[in-house]
């Protein structure tokens, strides 16, 4: 079978077209000539050229986390990869399931500080899942399938695979996916019927229950949020969500508290301080969410089901661990509680529901729109308002802005918010709301941005009109990086240290500049027009939204301070921030 | 103590042996040594050798420290590393015997050169070299007989010493074959 026997470079493609990819991100350069060769004839699969490598991994990152499939991405040796190390590292952090292809200098020039050379697999050892130098032209195929199978197996995340030119060009034979490719030892899910029936029966019996759900549920597909939510029903009790979960239980479920931690509602923090049974499913008890960790749910009872071992037990000691996929685990979890449901020993939860909703009276997320500026607030307010009926994706960058959407922006399914959480890399949003678009062409694609954010990747506006993206650009701008501005006026006595955005473009001309359609509103009054205007241009546009400048994103766990410690305002009694609590980020 | 410090019960620190099975293949060891650096914790004495040329496997003995809790993480977080194939913990699973080999090479002349030999011949290390004015000795044992050796050997004259690090196995009639055809 001559048929079989193909150049590196087309094996490789061929292997992408066997694994499902039809798009994929990438920047070309000369390591990787052979490979853009072999994708110029090929009609499968979509090549998305980005401006820099760092958006092209955003950009998978945004298509994998708004469809559940693997995101791809091509880059160059040297500088391609480098540049690459950002996205592959808030990949592995978020979880999201990322195959990054890479060239190199051909095997034998390896090691000899060649043009474009660099360790790549070296550098991005400690950034990605796993990787590959392929150094052996046989080895190729089986290490393309079997990278898409780590990729999305067991905890998603990146996998990069370093391929040097000389094997790009070397005749293969190319080897078919094998329907059973043998899974890594080590990610099971270990359905123990006796423990889920233990845990079932500690939530039904439970007085102070919570779910607090994360990422985790997100990843395991859409039918594990659809059995949280289910779940959440049969208990009537309350549930809050992490930054990475927010969709996974509908915002209008009369249940959902808002999102926990740092950030946080009032009434999300009080009933984690306050429970006595928690469940954590698919969430890791990441510092933003915790807090003061010795302050921790002190009297509760703890229950986390995460697909990844280490989790469990990393920082917070859990009464049971339970290994496995959300959807699977939560699917036997809610058969248990059904069936102990009909045998009547669900506690009454009325005690702890009025204890909620008094906390609910705080409106912790309340703010007083007066005057003629804009209230950041406000403006992700109506833009939820305005774009509630579509099928919304929502993107957004690192800061103020990005809590501020988590906070007022209502999602009613998962996988229609990307966000950095666990890296928290300035400039993800744009280049992902591109790997959005390509996957959801039809729908409405949002990047709410900050202006300092925004001018970080803002060189793939070029990207979003040579693809003509519909994608809005939505700048909460203040002129400040408002994160750090807001930190240092909490702990470093106001002195603003750098953090003003000076020199920036006029965001209306720099979309003229493009060729698309730029906005400007500082005005209450208008805000609501122009999130119309900006809704009905049939393509790009950049929202400069005029918003007041030193506004704080309330309410706050102050860094080193408990979930029942935290403050609402800035008229609060703000105790001075421990110094444990200057030391931390 | 730190605000974010992990909220464990006090636990003194332990030390612990692990046995490692891995894929002997470029990069693994730097998997594991990178998890180690890059999370913060201890390697107290690390031996690597391939021990199955069939099935290209190498073993990691590996000694470290911490908490159980700390141990705990630091096996899950191995186990993640895709060509980690098995990470057994061979204090936890009873007993076992440590072994390590020593070169320790002792330049000395005049009376100290018989008082040299009459240690090494109690510590039953043998000779591997001699010079008018050095000896190679080789010694096998418990890391702590090896330092024992090695302190008084210092004390005769200029030294050099070259280590294995520990390598463990269990004792007993268990072992892993079945394990190792599951990989």
Redesign the interface.
Known sequence: MTSNYMTGAEAVIKALVDNGVEVIFGYPGGAVLPLYDALFENKKIKHILVRHEQAAVHAAEGYARSTGKVGCVLVTSGPGATNAITGLTDALMDSVPVICLSGQVPTHLIGTDAFQEADT??IS??CT??NY?VKNADKLCEIIHKSFE?ASSGRPGPVLIDLPKDIQLTNVKYINKTQKIKK???YYSNVDEDLINKVAKLLLQSERPIIYAGGGVVNSGPKASKLLTELVNLLDCPVTLTLMGLGCVPNTNKNFLGMLGMHGTYEANLAMHNCDVMLNVGARFD?RVTG???A?APNSKKVHIDV???S??????VDYGIVGDCKEILSVLVQEVKKLHNQKVLKSKTTWWSKINKWKEKDSLGFKQIGNNIKPQQAIKSLYEKTKKFDTYITTEVGQHQMWAAQYFGFSKPNHWMTSGGLGTMGYGLPSSVGVQIAHPKSLVIDISGEASFLMNMQELSTIVQYKLPIKIFILNNEWMGMVRQWQELNHGSRYSESYTSSLPDFVKLAESFGINGLRVDNINNLEATIDEMININGPVIADIRVEKEENCFPMIPS?AAHNEMILSSDDNVKDT?N??L??V | MSVYQKNELEEDETSRTLSLIVDNQPGTLARVIGLFSGRGYNIESLNVTEIDKIRNLSRISLVTRGTSMTIEQIKSQLLRIIPVHIVRDLTLEGPFIKSELALVKLVVKGANRVEALRIAETFRARTLDVTLSSFVFELTGKPSKLDAFINLMRSLGDTEVSRTGVSAISRGDKTETKLLDQI
């Open positions: 697999v070296g050892r400690p899942k796993h130098l780590i890594h030892n080590h510092d003061r960790l010795n921790f990844d071992k280490s469990i037990n990393k920082v917070v000691s080193g421990s444990e609590g030391a931390l």
